[in-house]
């Protein structure tokens, strides 16, 4: 069984075309279990068995504020004003703003999944661990933590299994709508990466760039 279809999705969604597109559009092409819940107690009820639960809702509820940090589960925000309406203690990247772009909500939570799962791989000398964030240098054991940012990007690479990424999307996805965000912050993190898992950064054999994006050499 993939990690995908370890995921569990509640949709606590008051529009009812919304919560009819949402429903087919994930579980069609990721045979990923959605259920339709009345409120966020039933939700978190229904998820409750899940170590990859993921709760989709279209109106602020100060209840999410009161989901634990480590619980595992991902509250994303289907919203139609740019996050203008965000509960407390959400940020940017928690928000996919309509018009939905389907293929970057189902990026972000089979790459949840992924990461609740540790789906490791294997990246030059290094294995990957999602799940702790970390790379391991495979001869000498030598551990290397990533940051959040840092995860995400190699996740997101790793799942289009050697093609290019468009450095737009990585930035949607990664950084949502947040303010400020722009390709500079995005090189960055891609530096940093290279500081980290290549033999040489001048010279990089797995995190390639092209006129287009970045990818994975795997």
Same mark, same amino acid.
């Given at each position: 069984?993939?990690?995908?279809?370890?995921?569990? @999705?509640?949709?606590?969604?008051?529009?009812?075309?919304?919560?009819?597109?949402?429903?087919?559009? !994930?579980?069609?092409?990721?045979? !990923?279990?959605? /259920?339709?819940?009345?409120?966020?107690?039933?939700?978190?009820?229904?998820?409750?068995?899940?170590?990859?639960?993921? @709760?989709?809702?279209?109106?602020?509820?100060?209840?999410? $504020?009161?989901?634990?940090?480590? $619980?595992? &589960? &991902?509250?994303?925000? !289907?919203?139609?004003?740019?996050?203008?309406?965000?509960?407390?203690?959400?940020?940017?990247?928690?928000?996919?703003?309509?018009?939905?772009?389907?293929?970057?909500?189902?990026?972000?939570? @089979?790459?949840?999944?992924?990461?609740?799962?540790?789906?490791?791989?294997?990246?030059? $000398?290094?294995?990957?661990?999602?799940?702790?964030?970390?790379?391991?240098?495979?001869? $000498?054991?030598?551990?290397?933590?990533?940051?959040?940012?840092?995860?995400?990007?190699?996740?997101?690479?790793?799942?289009?299994?050697?093609?290019?990424?468009?450095?737009?999307?990585?930035?949607?996805?990664?950084?949502?709508?947040?303010?400020?965000?722009?390709?500079?912050?995005? #090189?960055?993190?891609?530096?940093? &990466?290279? /500081?980290? !898992?290549?033999?040489?950064?001048?010279?990089? /054999?797995?995190?390639?760039?092209? #006129?287009?994006?970045?990818?994975?050499?795997?």
């Amino acid at each position: 069984m993939s990690a995908g279809n370890k995921i569990k @999705v509640a949709a606590v969604l008051k529009d009812a075309t919304l919560r009819a597109v949402l429903c087919e559009g !994930i579980a069609r092409p990721t045979g !990923i279990k959605v /259920q339709v819940c009345d409120s966020l107690p039933a939700a978190v009820a229904f998820l409750a068995d899940s170590k990859a639960a993921v @709760v989709l809702f279209d109106s602020p509820s100060t209840e999410l $504020s009161g989901v634990p940090e480590n $619980s595992g &589960l &991902l509250a994303l925000m !289907i919203s139609a004003k740019n996050g203008a309406d965000l509960p407390p203690g959400f940020s940017a990247q928690d928000v996919f703003v309509q018009p939905l772009r389907l293929g970057l909500l189902l990026d972000r939570i @089979v790459r949840h999944g992924a990461v609740r799962h540790g789906s490791g791989f294997s990246l030059g $000398s290094y294995l990957v661990s999602p799940d702790t964030g970390t790379l391991t240098e495979e001869k $000498s054991g030598k551990v290397v933590t990533l940051t959040e940012k840092e995860r995400h990007i190699l996740l997101k690479l790793y799942e289009r299994r050697g093609k290019t990424v468009d450095r737009r999307e990585l930035l949607d996805d990664i950084w949502g709508y947040a303010e400020g965000i722009e390709t500079h912050t995005l #090189e960055t993190h891609i530096y940093r &990466l290279r /500081q980290k !898992i290549e033999d040489d950064p001048a010279k990089p /054999q797995w995190l390639l760039t092209d #006129e287009e994006g970045y990818k994975l050499a795997l």
